[in-house]
C-alpha cells in the first residue's frame, strides 16, 4: 500500500480559509479490504432473551453495510456472567456469543473479536463480585480460561477468532483493580490462550483495549510499553485501543493516536503489529460525516475501525451499532451511516488513491478503476464549532489522464448522504450531476457540506 500517512502529516496544520482536498490519480496502491467496516455487539442474540428475543434483523441489511469485524462476548444480556459463581450464568453469555460468532460469520465477518471480560461479567452493568488474580491467586480465573478454552474448541469456534484479553481495564467500571493485578491476570491469560491457541492456529490475542488511545503521559500505556518491553512473549498479535473522546475533542483522532502508538513503540524497541481501534466515536459522533472522516482516517493509518454501540441491555444487541433502527418494532431500516458503510464497502472497488485534505476536520477516502474509467470518493467531516463555519471543501483532483485519458470533460454525480437526525434515510441525495471541464490535467469538484451529513463523488467519463 502506499504511504498515505508521510504526506497527511505535513498537512496537520490547520488552515483559517476553507479547507481543500485533494485526489491525486497518478498514486494508487492496494485492495480496498474494509478495515474500518467493524461493529461492536449489535446483533440480535435469541437464547439470552427467551422468551422474548430481539426480533431477527434482515441479514440483507447486514451484509449491505459489509461488516466485516464484529466485536461481542454476552455482555448485559440477564444472566450475570462466570464471576456470579452460578456457571448458568457463564453458559447464558457464551450462548450469546457463540450465536453472534456463527451468526455474522455465515453473513461476511472475517474476524470476531472475543470479549471474555463480558462472559467474566464485567460488562459495566453487572455488579462483579470478584476480579481475575484478586489476592494474588489466579486459580479462579484458569479455571474462567480452561472452560472458555475448550467451549470455543467443542463449537469449532476457531476459525477467523480474536481473543480481546480485558476490554478497558483502565476504566474501575470494567477493571476496579489495581494497574499491577491487571498485568498479572494479562501474563496468566496470555500464556493460557498462547499454549492452547498457537500461533499456527489462527486465533490471534490482542490488547490491552484501554478507553483511553495512546498517550506517552498516560501510566497505562507507559506501564503497558514497560511491561511489554521486558516480557516479549506476552506481546499481542493485534493492538487495540478505543477512540472514543466525542466531538467537543480535537484529539479524537485515529491519525494522532496512531502517531502517538508509533511512538511508544519506537522509544520501548516494541514490534508494529496490526493496529485495531475496536471502538470508535462518541455518542455524539455517530453520524455520516463522521463516520466517512473516521473510514478516512482509518485508511490513511492502516488501523482496522469498530464502531462503538451506546445501547444499553436489549439494546446493546439489536440495531448493528446504530446503522439501522426499527428492529424492535419488527420493521428494520436504514439509518445515513449505514449507507456510509454501504458506500465504503459495495461501491468502492478497484484500487486506493492518494487523497487528503489540507485540514484535519476532512478526510476523504478515494477508490479508482482505471478499467471502468471510474473513481469513487467518500468524503467527511468533523462537524466542530457552532456554527459550522467552513461548508465549502473544493476537492482538485490531479493527473485526470490517468484514469480517463485525454478526456477534455469528466461527468461527477455528488450525493449527500444526510444524517436526519439520527433518523430513517431511504437513499443518498443526488445533489448534482455535471460535467466538468479537464484543465492542466485537473478538476476541481466542488462539495458545499452541512454538519452531519456525508457526500459521495462518482466521476465517470462524460
Ligand atoms: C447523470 O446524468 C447523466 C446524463 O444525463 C445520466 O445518464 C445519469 O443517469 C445521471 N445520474 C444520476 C445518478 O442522476
Known amino acids: 500500500m502506499i504511504s498515505l500517512h508521510l504526506l497527511a502529516s505535513a498537512l496537520l496544520a490547520a488552515s483559517a480559509q476553507a479547507a481543500t482536498g485533494y485526489i491525486d490519480l497518478s498514486a494508487s496502491g492496494g485492495v480496498p479490504d474494509g478495515k474500518a467496516s467493524g461493529i461492536l455487539y449489535g446483533v440480535p442474540n435469541g437464547p439470552a432473551y427467551t422468551p422474548n428475543p430481539v426480533p431477527a434483523v434482515p441479514w440483507n441489511l447486514f451484509k449491505g453495510a459489509g461488516i466485516n469485524l464484529m466485536r461481542a462476548g454476552g455482555a448485559q444480556v440477564p444472566?450475570?456472567?462466570?464471576s456470579s459463581g452460578d456457571i448458568k450464568n457463564?453458559?447464558?453469555?457464551?450462548?450469546s456469543a457463540k450465536q453472534n460468532y456463527f451468526d455474522t460469520m455465515a453473513n461476511g465477518v472475517k474476524t470476531f473479536v472475543l470479549l471474555p471480560a463480558d462472559m467474566w461479567g464485567a460488562d459495566s452493568v453487572t455488579k462483579t463480585p470478584v476480579y481475575p488474580c484478586d489476592n494474588g491467586d489466579c486459580t479462579y480465573y484458569g479455571q474462567f480460561l480452561d472452560r472458555v478454552i475448550a467451549d470455543l474448541k467443542a463449537n469449532n469456534m476457531l476459525k477467523g477468532m480474536q481473543i480481546d484479553v480485558w476490554n478497558e481495564p483502565d476504566v474501575p467500571l470494567f477493571w476496579d483493580r489495581s494497574q499491577d493485578q491487571y498485568f498479572q491476570m494479562w501474563d496468566y491469560a496470555f500464556q493460557k490462550y498462547r499454549t492452547a491457541f498457537p500461533s499456527s492456529s489462527g486465533v490471534t490475542i490482542s490488547g490491552p483495549a484501554y478507553t483511553g488511545p495512546p498517550n506517552e503521559g498516560n501510566s497505562w500505556w507507559t506501564k503497558w510499553a514497560d511491561h511489554m518491553k521486558n516480557k516479549p512473549a506476552v506481546y499481542p498479535d493485534v493492538i487495540t485501543y478505543h477512540q472514543l473522546l466525542g466531538r467537543q475533542d480535537s484529539f479524537n483522532d485515529p491519525f494522532e493516536s496512531k502517531r502517538v502508538l508509533d511512538i511508544i513503540q519506537s522509544k520501548n524497541n516494541l514490534p508494529r503489529k496490526l493496529v485495531q481501534v475496536n471502538e470508535y466515536a462518541g455518542s455524539d459522533e455517530q453520524s455520516p460525516a463522521y463516520s466517512a472522516w473516521?473510514?478516512?482516517?482509518?485508511?490513511?493509518t492502516g488501523q482496522q475501525g469498530l464502531r462503538a454501540n451506546w445501547g444499553y441491555g436489549r439494546n446493546l444487541h439489536n440495531d448493528f451499532a446504530r446503522l439501522v433502527a426499527g428492529v424492535e418494532a419488527g420493521s428494520p431500516y436504514t439509518l445515513g451511516d449505514w449507507h456510509v458503510y454501504n458506500y465504503y464497502t459495495q461501491v468502492q472497488k478497484g484500487s486506493i488513491t492518494r487523497a487528503g485534505a489540507d485540514d484535519v476536520l476532512w478526510d476523504l477516502?478515494?477508490?479508482?478503476?482505471?478499467?471502468?474509467?471510474?473513481?469513487?470518493?467518500?468524503?467527511?467531516?468533523?462537524?466542530?464549532?457552532?456554527?459550522?463555519?467552513?461548508?465549502?471543501?473544493?476537492?482538485?483532483?490531479?493527473?485526470?489522464?490517468?484514469?480517463?485519458?485525454?478526456?477534455?470533460?469528466?461527468r461527477a454525480v455528488i450525493k449527500e448522504i444526510p444524517f436526519n437526525n439520527a433518523g430513517r434515510v431511504d437513499a443518498p441525495t443526488v445533489v448534482s450531476n455535471a460535467t466538468y471541464n479537464v484543465v492542466n490535467n485537473r478538476v476541481v469538484l466542488p462539495i458545499y457540506s452541512r454538519v452531519d451529513n456525508a457526500y459521495t463523488i462518482d466521476v465517470y467519463a462524460a
Open 365 to 410: 477516502f478515494v477508490t479508482q478503476n482505471r478499467g471502468a474509467k471510474q473513481v469513487n470518493a467518500l468524503v467527511g467531516s468533523r462537524g466542530q464549532g457552532t456554527p459550522w463555519n467552513s461548508p465549502d471543501f473544493p476537492i482538485t483532483m490531479s493527473s485526470v489522464s490517468t484514469v480517463f485519458g485525454a478526456a477534455t470533460k469528466v
Open 294 to 300: 473516521f473510514i478516512g482516517r482509518f485508511e490513511r
Open 79 to 82: 444472566a450475570p456472567g462466570w
Open 90 to 95: 457463564y453458559e447464558q453469555r457464551f450462548e
